[in-house]
């Protein structure tokens, strides 16, 4: 396929969730009514989503796999000239899968609500923000303009916002307001400095930046430009300690939510420093990186730590919240990784940030999915003395928590090993003029990280799939997998297995982008 | 002898004559009418305001100046160039759906006054950018206000309305009275008045005039920040806002201070500044000092008070006028500081096209809910839609989130100004100030989406239903603005080079 | 030394003028009234026709005793007479008298010193009425601020319709511009300044801020002695400033017939006749109400004088 | 004649001015305040004007206008006065109260749950629209 | 200079009128009785012992007519510059126009107090 079809291709998937989002407040044509206005405007949801899943697919099998570090299907349009901003979009091989796993599980979202509409505000309302929130997602995934980046990035907000604040539960709106804060007050010290590197550097496009590799700033203005970037893209990532407001955001979240959430809104920030940080501004990355990567460490440590804590008995511990502070855990290692410098680590980011969102996605599924049949994700409510005795009562339900937890907890195999072992992998031998030391210590303590992380995931693992043979017997049979949600779950777990089984294909796409991008290093 | 007259170009005036012309036909008018056709001169007002917008048209070229006097090598009092054709399309533009949205007001006001008293305000306000002396820009000042002092206290029955006129007047005044020195100052200092002669003048003063011309240039700001609510000055806004009727406080928020910007701008960069490393930095803190005021004021308004919603723009209008203020503190320190006032007119249209329209959906709501408390607009989506979407768009482009793109824009450019000219602090201070305000505005807009509380009355339902719907049907004139507003502000958001282009090049 | 031997003569001869002529209007009044009124009048103090009568007035204010009310302010009180008659002692210094200097002192913006000037004076009245602590004076005190209201606006107007037909703001220069025909044209200004002028002086029929009948004695009923004398003191001396002002601004002044040796007699009789003209109106006409007053004023002295600034405006740049 | 006697003196207006406006209570009075400042500014223009000998005569032109725009506000602001005082029987600016920032204190609208209970206006227009 | 001469005589006028005053009343001192009683001091009303204090209640029915003319006094000030120079060479028929707009709004103003029953005593 050419370049020009992939070009509108690449438009249509961003613009078309837009166009759908408006659509879904329109009264919907007649013939197209369904049973009722809800089930019209969540079809209309589903046939969006799909069709951007659609054109994703399409635009990945269009794609050059064979060069994938340059920029492809890129549209460059003079939009503001008063500010230097252009409507430039663009995908290579570090950007392609992070878009289609964001179609797909817009996708899948959109599917399981179908079926299964959270509780809160009305469904064209609902599925016009998801609609945004996609739309936004493949925005900041697919510009390459820094202010574009900025307004994409923005955008996700709002929806995400009213997503906690009307279709939440618990403290949601409280939840919202701290989450939209947060990563709004990041966002906008970001936006300080996008705006100083396009100042100083005469422009905005990413691509001229990166090709520039910072060439045109000096150092303190690099220094400068990264911390107030790194700041609002490590709100998001999230890196500790700026993580506080993800664990009550997941908490108030609908399912939906927090599985867009985790899996495609905490990637943003990665994916900002891969794309801008590190080839825009080597100089200032450099200094920061060993910092960066110690925080990444305590994230690690300190989120497998509050998981333990919370998936010990009698402590309360909530399931979406432990897997928010999972996240936590599993986004340091991502943080770890960009930090190493070396192509190696920051691939292994850029799988560990692929294996995430499709795992703890599935995660999030299932956990809400729990939550609907006990009508708690309060795990001592859940398990009680002796366990909650899934296995027995739901075994596919059971069954494919299992394997998401091991999946997240990195066993060879599964996606969630490669990403994470490339990460150390590169911080065990970071990039030139990288104190070495402190790197094999980061190492040391992100092995020791997995561990705690395999001790935390199989005692939620003990304590909810497994039981007494009382629990089991005693209490009556919950509702099993339905056809809907395994429909929502299974390209999740097939995923998971397939990049497990087969990294190569991803780490194919990414490694000579990464190699592109840390050209100045 | 050849003629003493100076030539008039009246075609530059035309933006300034229409109104105040209009203005006393109006009034004549509002004599010989009878009552009943009375609403017909709020029409014909708007249209005059809108018409009165159109005519910069034949000036774009913006080269037309007038009120020269070549004969002592001063310069031109009235000047159309591009920055005033751009301020007054603005405030005539505003001026026009501030009376849009007066029409169906309401409260009781006489109607040939306050029609009169709009026009000759706009045409102060109009002549206001393109004074090019202190003396035509001080009168044009007070052209300005003046009547908007009987504008705020023209609901006679109110005693609130009285209480909020004297606050401004009192304070107003003083602050003309303490630029008026300062202006006497500067004259002595400079020998004229001439907005670039006084900038020549002060780069030669004599030694022994320093301390006179400094404290000249200070008091004369001083005057400005006292009318513009700059913080520590901005105690009577919310005030006066709030018992001012609403098109009013509509209308100080937005005309107002776009005029009270223009004549700063004039002053601070055409007049002072060979001083700019004074007042630079001066404005710099102020405008930090308004915005976090500003913004931390809003931030404090609960929900159940009455005319809580009017506060709450009240008070960001301060923390607004912060942001106003940025650019004028960059343009201090920049080698063109024409060049970085065009961020402030371009914030100034986007702020007037956003916060008018916000307005109008107040004014909307008021109509039902006269109290006008935040707790007002709880379900507001369920039972107008329409009015629900628009102002949530409205407090988002003021939010400046998206979907609100141009003011999310808007913000950019003023950030890029501060950042450019090595302001970061400020550029810091901004950005938590945005943050700050995003939490008021996103909670009026949640309110909007949150479902109305159930009204314990049910059975008087069907009684009242075709009252009801009366009271919900939607009067031309507020919808006319909102939608205008709304939709101005849709087409800004998608193509934001029409107003950002104005950041780009020198208007002055 | 000629200099200041020149200005003390001036300032001695306005000081003259100043006392003596306010004297001879008041005996004036004093007889023509009686005449009209078909009675004698004074004819006792003096002998001759009782001439000494005002100056026996003097004499008794004098020597009685001067009193302040308790609950006055005392201060504002006391100044108050000063204040009202002073401002004419300082207008009759501008006044020409006859050609070549013949003048106190030329100024060059006379005509509007001495409207400026003028208005102080009602200043005296208005403290006296609020300083007498008296619900009375205050009453007249208020009459006589919105008889300032009534009457200041219409006398500018006409005064500013002669400064535009002269072309200047000096009272010797609008004498010095004066044709024979300007009286026409300007005839309804003068009509409208002298009326206006009679406000001013609360002369009846516009004496409704003194009227004795209702309020007693308006702004002045506390006030003896001295004090009460200098304001009767200010009001003939008003009288002689209003009459010689209009005879400056609309009558020619000293122009006439044999005006280069003679101009300062052209100028006294026809003050003379216009004092004569004031006491004559005092007699003739009942006093108006308060707002008969306003509604004159507004919907008949200014429509007028705005008129005529018109008119002469049209006439000037006609024949020019 | 030296410049400083003017100038001194209009400082000094301007100050006795300054003062009422910051020390008295009493509208009317600050009203006057104000006029004495704007007029210490007109005496300082027109003697700036002599001093500068101005050919223009910019200063004396600005005097002009600063007397009719002392006029105007005078006229408003008298007019604005006799308003509030209709109202409330004072003009004393430290009572002007009615519209403070509502800050808790006993004076404090009632509660948020309170105006949740009771129905609004627009609450009911909304239902009467719903059942129409 | 013949300008400020030209009022230092006039001050000196307002010297010798301050001094008359002075003189008046010192003399006027030496020539009359001072005999104060209670009754002499108090506020006359006619004979009648006066009731309540001196700051009555009274309503100021022609404030509207101060407003008026402070409007009015004020804008005529503009007329004397301009009717010096108007007929001037050089100036000619526009500035008498442009006059008459002038006086045209202060008739509008007068015109509309008229209408709206200002002038009339209610």
Redesign the interface.
């Known amino acids: 396929m050419n370049d020009t079809a992939l070009q509108y291709v690449l438009a249509a998937i961003v613009v078309l969730p837009l166009l759908g989002a408006v659509g879904a407040l329109l009264p919907p044509p007649p013939g197209l009514r369904g049973r009722g206005p809800d089930q019209a405007v969540l079809r209309h949801g589903v046939t969006v989503t799909g069709a951007v899943l659609v054109l994703s697919v399409v635009l990945a099998a269009g794609f050059d796999h064979d060069h994938p570090a340059t920029m492809q299907a890129s549209t460059d349009l003079n939009w503001i000239p008063a500010l230097r901003i252009h409507l430039h979009l663009g995908i290579d091989g570090i950007s392609l899968p992070l878009l289609v796993l964001t179609a797909l599980l817009t996708f899948l979202c959109a599917l399981y609500s179908y079926f299964h509409l959270p509780a809160g505000g009305s469904a064209k309302s609902f599925v016009a923000l998801l609609l945004l929130l996609e739309g936004g997602t493949l925005a900041t995934f697919s510009v390459l303009d820094l202010m574009l980046f900025f307004l994409a990035f923005e955008t996700v907000l709002i929806p995400m916002y009213f997503l906690i604040a009307r279709w939440g539960g618990g403290d949601r709106e409280r939840s919202a307001l701290r989450f939209i804060v947060y990563t709004l007050l990041g966002s906008v010290i970001m936006l300080l400095g996008l705006l100083l590197i396009g100042v100083k550097a005469g422009t905005f496009d990413m691509v001229t930046l990166a090709t520039d590799n910072g060439s045109h700033l000096s150092h303190s203005t690099q220094l400068i430009a990264v911390l107030a970037i790194g700041l609002g893209l490590a709100v998001k990532a999230p890196m500790w300690p700026l993580h506080s407001w993800l664990p009550d955001a997941h908490t108030a979240a609908p399912t939906v939510g927090s599985v867009l959430l985790a899996g495609v809104l905490l990637k943003m920030g990665t994916y900002g420093l891969v794309r801008i940080v590190l080839p825009d501004t080597p100089g200032g990355i450099q200094t920061f990186a060993p910092y960066l990567a110690a925080f990444a460490v305590v994230g690690i440590i300190y989120g497998s730590l509050a998981c333990l804590a919370l998936a010990r008995r009698g402590n309360g511990g909530d399931l979406k919240r432990l897997i928010a502070y999972s996240s936590v855990g599993h986004m340091g290692f991502v943080l770890l990784g960009i930090a190493s410098l070396n192509p190696t680590g920051v691939n292994g980011a850029l799988f560990a940030n692929i294996a995430h969102g499709l795992i703890t996605g599935l995660l999030f599924f299932l956990v809400g999915a729990i939550k609907d049949r006990y009508g708690s994700s309060d795990l001592d409510q859940l398990a009680g003395r002796g366990g909650a005795a899934l296995y027995g009562r739901a075994p596919r339900l059971g069954g494919l928590l299992a394997f998401a937890a091991v999946a997240s907890l990195g066993l060879p195999g599964l996606a969630g090993f490669w990403g994470e072992m490339l990460a150390m992998f590169g911080a065990f031998k970071p990039g030139a003029d990288l104190s070495r030391p402190a790197y094999l210590t980061f190492t040391a303590l992100a092995a020791f990280g997995t561990l705690l992380t395999a001790g935390y995931l199989l005692t939620v693992v003990r304590r909810v799939c497994m039981g007494d043979r009382e629990t089991s017997e005693l209490q009556p049979a919950l509702a099993d997998v339905k056809a809907y949600e395994f429909a929502a779950w299974t390209p999740l777990a097939a995923l998971t297995v397939l990049a497990g089984l087969w990294p190569a294909a991803l780490l194919g796409l990414t490694e000579p982008a990464v190699r592109s991008l840390l050209g100045g290093h | ?5 100076q030539p008039v170009d009246w075609t530059a005036l035309t933006p300034v004559i229409v109104p105040a012309a209009l203005a ?1 036909a109006v ?2 008018a509002d ?1 010989f009418l009878p009552q009943g056709r009375k609403p017909l001169l709020g029409w014909v007002t708007a249209a005059g305001l809108a018409a009165a917008a159109l005519t910069v048209i034949p000036l774009r070229d913006g080269h037309r100046t007038t009120f020269c ?1 070549p004969e ?1 090598g ?1 310069g031109c009092s009235y000047a159309a160039d591009h920055f005033t054709l751009v301020v007054q399309v603005l405030v005539l533009g505003g001026a026009a759906l501030t009376a849009l949205l007066s029409i169906n007001t309401r409260e009781k006001i006489p109607a040939g006054e306050y029609w009169f008293l709009l026009l000759s305000s706009a045409a102060g306000a109009a002549l206001l950018p393109a004074s090019r ?3 035509t820009l ?2 044009a000042l ?1 052209v300005t206000t ?1 009547p908007a ?2 504008l705020v ?1 023209l609901r ?1 029955d109110d ?9 401004f ?2 304070t107003s ?2 602050a ?3 630029s ?2 300062g ?3 500067v ?2 200092a400079t ?4 907005l670039t002669a006084v900038a020549e003048g002060l780069t030669h003063t004599p030694d022994q005039l320093h301390t006179l011309a400094r404290a000249g240039v200070a008091l004369t700001l001083v005057g400005f920040a006292f009318k513009l609510a700059v913080a520590p000055f901005q105690f009577w806004v ?3 806002y ?2 001012a009727p609403l098109p009013v406080a509509a209308y100080l928020s937005v005309v107002g201070k776009a005029a009270g910007f223009s004549g700063l701008i004039l002053v601070t960069v055409v007049a002072f500044r060979p001083y700019a490393h004074v007042w630079g930095p001066a404005i710099g803190v102020l405008a930090a000092l308004t915005m976090t005021v500003g913004n931390v ?1 809003a931030l ?1 308004q ?5 005319r809580g919603a009017v506060r709450l723009l009240a008070w960001s209008s301060i923390g607004q006028a912060g942001y106003l203020l940025v650019p004028m503190a960059a343009a201090g320190s920049a080698d063109d500081p024409a060049h970085e006032i065009g961020t402030t007119v ?1 914030y100034a249209l986007m702020y007037a096209v956003v916060n008018l329209g916000a307005f109008a959906v107040v004014a909307l ?1 008021e109509r ?4 006008s ?1 935040l ?2 607009y709880r ?1 507001l989506y ?2 107008r839609p329409a009015a629900a ?1 628009a102002l949530a768009f409205f407090l ?1 482009c003021l939010a400046g ?3 609100g ?1 141009i003011g ?2 808007a913000k ?2 003023v ?2 100004s501060a ?2 000219a090595q302001h ?1 602090w400020l ?2 201070i901004m ?2 100030n ?2 700050i305000a ?2 008021y505005y ?2 009026w807009t ?1 309110l909007l ?5 159930e ?4 059975a ?3 009684t ?6 009366a ?2 049907r939607t009067p031309a004139g507020l919808g006319l603005a909102v939608a205008v507003t709304a939709v101005a502000g849709v087409a800004l958001s998608g193509a ?2 029409l107003i ?5 090049g020198a208007l002055l | 030394m000629n200099d200041t031997l020149d200005v003390v003569l001036r300032l001695v001869a306005v000081l003259v003028v100043f006392l003596v002529f306010p004297l001879l209007v008041g005996q004036t009044e004093h007889k023509v009234m009686a005449h009209m009124q078909g009675r004698l009048g004074p004819m006792y103090a003096g002998g001759f026709h009782g001439w000494a009568q005002l100056v026996a007035d003097g004499v008794k204010f004098a020597q009685k005793e001067d009193i302040v009310p308790a609950d006055a302010d005392r201060r504002v009180f006391q100044l108050a007479p000063a204040v009202a008659l002073l401002p004419y002692l300082l207008v009759l210094i501008a006044i020409p008298v006859g050609p070549d200097g013949f003048v106190g002192q030329t100024l060059d913006a006379g005509l509007i010193f001495v409207l400026a000037v003028m208005g102080v004076g009602v200043l005296g009245s208005l403290m006296a009425g609020w300083a007498s602590a008296n619900k009375f004076s205050l009453l007249g005190g208020l009459r006589t601020a919105a008889q300032l209201m009534a009457y200041e606006l219409p006398m500018l107007l006409t005064a500013a319709s002669v400064a535009m037909a002269a072309g200047t703001l000096s009272l010797p220069g609008i004498l010095d511009g004066y044709h024979w025909w300007w009286t026409p044209w300007q005839l309804v200004g003068g009509v409208v300044f002298f009326t206006a002028g009679l406000a001013e002086l609360q002369r009846p029929p516009f004496d409704m801020p003194v009227a004795d009948s209702e309020i007693i004695f308006g702004a002045y009923t506390e006030y003896t002695g001295l004090r009460f004398a200098l304001f009767l003191l200010a009001e003939y001396a008003g009288i002689v400033v209003l009459c010689a002002l209009t005879t400056v601004l609309f009558l020619g002044g000293w122009h006439g017939p044999w005006s280069g040796s003679a101009g300062w007699v052209w100028t006294l009789v026809k003050t003379a006749l216009l004092a004569f003209v004031v006491i004559w109106l005092r007699v003739s006409y009942p006093r108006l109400r308060e707002d008969q007053l306003q509604k004159l004023a507004w919907t008949v002295l200014i429509p007028l004088s705005l008129a005529q600034i018109a008119l002469t405006g049209v006439v000037k740049v006609v024949i020019s | 004649m030296h410049l400083a006697y003017p100038a001194v003196l209009a400082v000094l207006l301007f100050c006795v001015g300054l003062y009422g406006v910051l020390a008295r209570r009493n509208a009317i009075l600050v009203l006057m305040s104000v006029e004495l400042m704007l007029n210490a500014v007109n005496l300082n223009l027109v003697a700036f004007d002599v001093w500068l000998r101005d050919t223009v005569h910019a200063g004396q032109a600005l005097t002009l206008f600063t007397i009719t725009i002392a006029a105007a506000e005078i006229g408003l602001g008298l007019a604005i006065v006799l308003l509030v005082f209709r109202h409330r029987g004072s003009s004393d600016v430290d009572r002007l109260t009615g519209l403070a920032e509502p800050h808790g204190g006993p004076g404090a609208p009632h509660a948020p749950d309170a105006s949740d209970a009771t129905p609004t206006p627009a609450a009911d227009d909304e239902k009467a629209e719903a059942s129409a | 200079m013949d300008y400020f001469h030209g009022y230092s005589v006039v001050g000196l006028v307002a010297v010798v009128g301050v001094l008359f005053v002075g003189v008046a009343f010192a003399s006027g001192r030496l020539l009359r009785p001072v005999v104060p009683t209670p009754e002499k001091m108090l506020t006359y009303e006619c004979g009648v012992d006066p009731v309540g204090g001196d700051w009555a209640h009274t309503q100021i029915r022609y404030y509207v007519y101060s407003f008026l003319y402070v409007i009015f006094a004020v804008d005529a000030i503009f007329l004397f510059p301009w009717a010096t120079v108007f007929a001037a060479p050089g100036y000619g028929g526009a500035t008498l126009v442009e006059m008459f707009v002038f006086i045209g709004f202060l008739a509008v103003g007068l015109l509309y107090a008229w209408k709206k029953g200002v002038l009339e005593w209610t």
């Open positions: 002898m050849a003629s003493l007259v006393v009034l004549v004599l006097q002592t001063g002396d202190l003396a001080i009168v007070e003046l002092f009987a206290g006679r005693r609130l309305a009285g209480e909020a006129a004297l606050k007047f009192l005044v003083t003309t009275a303490v008026l020195l202006i006497s100052f004259y002595a020998g004229t008045l001439q919310p005030d006066t709030a018992g004021g404090r609960r929900p159940d008070v009455p371009a709501v039902t809910a006269p109290h408390r707790t007002d379900g369920a039972s979407l988002l989130l998206p979907p793109v999310l824009f950019v450019a950030f890029s950042v450019g970061g550029a810091v950005a938590v945005v943050v995003l939490v996103l909670r949640a989406f949150t479902a109305a509380p009204p314990a009355v049910a008087d339902a069907d009242g239903a075709g009252a009801g719907a009271a919900v934001p080079q950002l282009r104005y950041a780009q």
